[in-house]
T-cell receptor
Framework: GIQVEQSPPDLILQEGANSTLRCNFSDSVNNLQWFHQNPWGQLINLFYIPSGTKQNGRLSATTVATERYSLLYISSSQTTDSGVYFCAVGSSGGYNKLIFGAGTRLAVHP | DSGVTQTPKHLITATGQRVTLRCSPRSGDLSVYWYQQSLDQGLQFLIQYYNGEERAKGNILERFSAQQFPDLHSELNLSSLELGDSALYFC????????????FGPGTRLTVL
């Protein structure tokens, strides 16, 4: 099955810094989503981005499907950005089950 | 708020017991998915239903079963519980069965003692 690798596994930032999180996947996908899991365990949908670029406020994401990677950019980070960021992909084959990476744990300090 | 609701939020039970987790999808969504998040296995897909029919199965144990009812809500039944079943169980929903955003509920945290 599809393998999903996220890097870095851990990231510590000062408030106001920028960061880039990476997701590599091993096969073609028909779905790619980025999630933020907050300290209370909630999984918040950030982007549905199987290809192309999207922006939402301080967050943006780019997926280059032909090269099998996606990037999540966080600018001007805030303490509320802390948590775990997951990349999840859906394999081709007609169904939508998501395969999750291990996540990037982000800590933003004031 | 994703629009997906799950009950209960927390569940504490003993080994060998049976529990039922409930999920109501977003209004209009026909697909429901169940995922398990544990410390050792990470987030894993369990099973998918679309408009009442099972569509895809992942690493779901035989002790676990699910169904989707005519009103589109879904239940995940876990039986003969073991300590290792302690995890956060998420339900997600989407409009379509593929090529579509999945929205996740708040999860049910199951603790087996």
């Amino acid at each position: 099955g599809i393998q999903v690798e996220q890097s870095p596994p851990d990231l510590i930032l000062q408030e106001g810094a920028n960061s880039t999180l990476r997701c590599n996947f091993s096969d073609s996908v028909n779905n790619l989503q980025w999630f933020h899991q907050n300290p209370w365990g909630q999984l918040i949908n950030l982007f549905y981005i199987p290809s192309g670029t999207k922006q939402n406020g301080r967050l943006s994401a780019t997926t280059v499907a032909t090269e099998r990677y996606s990037l999540l950019y966080i600018s001007s980070s805030q303490t509320t950005d802390s948590g775990v960021y997951f990349c999840a992909v859906g394999s081709s084959g007609g169904y939508n089950k998501l395969i999750f990476g291990a996540g990037t744990r982000l800590a933003v300090h004031p | 708020d994703s629009g997906v609701t799950q009950t209960p939020k927390h569940l504490i039970t003993a080994t060998g017991q049976r529990v039922t987790l409930r999920c109501s999808p977003r209004s209009g969504d026909l697909s429901v998915y169940w995922y398990q998040q544990s410390l050792d296995q990470g987030l894993q897909f369990l099973i998918q239903y679309y408009n009442g029919e099972e569509r895809a199965k992942g690493n779901i144990l035989e002790r676990f079963s699910a169904q989707q009812f005519p009103d589109l809500h879904s239940e995940l039944n876990l039986s003969s519980l073991e300590l290792g079943d302690s995890a956060l169980y998420f339900c997600a929903s989407s409009t379509l069965t593929s090529f579509d955003t999945q929205y996740f509920g708040p999860g049910t945290r199951l603790t087996v003692l």
